[in-house]
């Protein structure tokens, strides 16, 4: 438990808000491959949505897709501090070359604007696998099921430019 969920080990049974070694990821863990597997099950694309341009949260896209061989494959990641304008126009150009097989997961926020915000988005990707669905829960306790995987090696990430960013 202590290797494939640092924080939660720490805190319940340390005592200690945070491991000793420090991260909630090991990054150390994910092993960069040149190309996918021939038998990927399936892909998906999970976005978060900032709101300003050249400011504050960026707004980032993280492809993903599930080998036969059981690991998760980090794809690509898309991101950029963008306005409202900027996000639609990056959502569009990213579900196009992503294809159609690849699924796109969308965060709902709360209320009556989370609700038309998640509309427009699938509106704006008809034709697509698109599903919005409200967010439940602080962003580290979504985390830590794939922390866990991180955290043991079985995560791997394809070569790209963004495995730095």
């Known amino acids: 438990m202590e290797q494939a969920a640092p924080y939660v080990f720490a805190g319940q049974y340390r005592q200690m808000p945070s491991p000793p070694a420090g991260g909630f990821f090991k990054p150390d863990n994910i092993e960069i491959v040149d190309a996918l597997p021939a038998d990927v099950v399936k892909q ?6 900032g709101a300003t341009e050249n400011e504050g949260d960026f707004t980032a896209g993280v492809r993903e897709a599930l080998g036969a061989d059981g690991f998760t494959y980090i794809v690509d990641v898309t991101r950029g501090q963008l306005g409202p304008d900027n ?6 150009q990213t579900a196009k070359l992503d294809g159609k097989k690849v699924s796109v997961r969308l965060p709902q926020d709360p209320g009556q604007a989370g609700k038309s915000q998640a509309n427009s988005f699938v509106k704006l990707l008809a034709g697509y696998n698109v599903i919005a669905k409200p967010i439940s829960g602080d962003k580290l306790t979504r985390a830590q099921p794939f922390a866990a995987q991180v955290n043991v090696g079985n995560v791997r990430m394809l070569k790209g430019e963004w495995n730095k960013a």
């Open 87 to 92: 996000v639609n126009k990056r959502l569009e």
């Open 44 to 49: 998906v694309r999970a976005w978060d949505f």
